[in-house]
């Protein structure tokens, strides 16, 4: 048998992993400031996250969502505490495409409409919904093409309106700060206009933070830096720092029936364990602090290198922009300098998603590198 080829892989072979640092079959070390597409966010092998899990292994691993399930409630309570978003109802999940899949779903249950609201640029997962409101011709097949999904830009509040004003709408959904698409964000106020267009068409205002969420970029959501309150939040990636999790946050609001949602994974206990640790670790290691910080600090060293255009994003979740495209340069940082960083479909956005627990002494590590790779 052979894998069905559809990733272009690096030839690196990681062994083991700790903190940042990730080792490969020939003893090399990289310095991760990736994390698996924004996945690590507690650190590779954090030894609370290793224990939690072991210990969960060594009682129940999985049971589906047909018995008492006391994790799910623990994660509710710290899930709820340390987003402030605690009168939310949560619903879990395994992926971020699933979360959206989920959040768009439930949307198009509540208002009884199915015609979607997304901007240009989107990345929200591969599946039937969720792919078609991603700004994505290519990874879109036919049977993706039935869904209604109208595709706009950032700021203009009038198309917006005038789509909304149309009665089909059920959502409107967008990443909170773009991840794919490169660190592309909307100004405060058209965040401010979308949420209250939301609210007086009576559409579902669904926030993708499966990759800008669980502290990243500074704050625990990164919607929160602007004040907005959406119906629905969805949530992956760091979640499980590599556990496969994903979930909804729902505005009470919504009313749940039984069996208007499902999963046989979601919410099993191992990832429920997962979760909880990395809840545990934000909180005790203060690491959305550690984000918002060591952002300045990366946009200080940044602001100090001629070719970087522009430093984007929030917190730890950051995009360098040069005057060229950037896959030379990443290729480079990977052989030359065993540093992982990410691409975009900007092409000339390199992205930056460490841990959140990332040091000074990692940003210099790659800051040192840059400059010898652009010199
Ligand atoms: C903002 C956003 N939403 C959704 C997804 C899809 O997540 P998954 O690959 O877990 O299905 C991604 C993945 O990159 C993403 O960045």
Request: aromatic residues 8%; proline residues 3%.
């Amino acid at each position: 048998m052979e894998l069905f080829d559809v990733y272009p892989l690096y030839d690196i072979t990681p062994v083991s992993a700790k903190g940042l640092i990730l080792t490969d079959d020939q003893g090399v070390e990289y310095l991760d400031l990736y994390g698996g597409h924004a996945v690590i966010s507690i650190g590779h092998g954090h030894p609370h996250y290793v224990s939690r899990i072991k210990e969960q292994l060594d009682r129940i691993a999985f049971y589906s969502n047909a018995v008492q399930n006391p994790l799910q409630q623990q994660l509710m309570e710290k899930l709820g505490y340390l987003s402030g978003c605690d009168e939310y109802r949560l619903f879990l999940c395994n992926s971020g495409a699933e979360a959206n899949e989920n959040a768009l779903k439930l949307a198009s249950f509540h208002t009884g409409r199915s015609r979607v609201i997304a901007f240009h640029n989107s990345f929200h997962g591969r599946t039937s919904a969720a792919v078609a409101t991603t700004d994505n011709p290519g990874i879109n097949a036919p049977i993706n093409r039935q869904q209604q999904v109208t595709f706009l830009p950032f700021e203009d509040a009038t198309a917006l309106e005038a789509e909304m004003a149309k009665g089909d709408v059920c959502a409107v959904i967008l990443e909170a700060i773009q991840g794919v698409g490169g660190l592309d964000e909307p100004s405060t106020a058209f965040y401010r206009e979308i949420s209250r267009l939301c609210r007086e068409h009576d559409v579902v205002l669904i926030a993708d933070e499966v990759q800008s969420g669980f502290g990243r970029s500074g704050k625990f959501f990164a919607f929160q830096h602007h004040g907005i309150e959406p119906d629905i939040i969805s949530m992956a990636k760091g979640m499980g720092n590599g556990f496969p999790v994903g979930g909804i946050l729902i505005h009470p609001k919504f009313k749940a029936s039984h069996g208007l949602l499902g999963t046989t994974f979601g919410g099993n206990h191992l990832a429920c364990a997962a979760t909880l640790a990395v809840l545990e670790v934000l909180e005790k290691e203060q690491l959305m602090k550690n984000a918002e910080e060591l952002g300045s600090y990366f946009a200080a060293c940044a602001a100090r290198i001629p070719e970087v255009k522009r430093v984007k994003g929030r917190g730890l979740m950051l995009g360098l922009e040069f005057g060229f495209e950037v896959a030379s340069l990443r290729k480079r940082l990977i052989t030359k300098q065993h540093i992982f960083t990410g691409s975009a479909k900007d092409k000339s956005v390199l992205r930056i998603l460490p841990a959140l627990n990332v040091s000074k002494d990692h940003l210099d590590q790659f800051f040192n590198a840059l400059k010898r790779e652009l010199a």
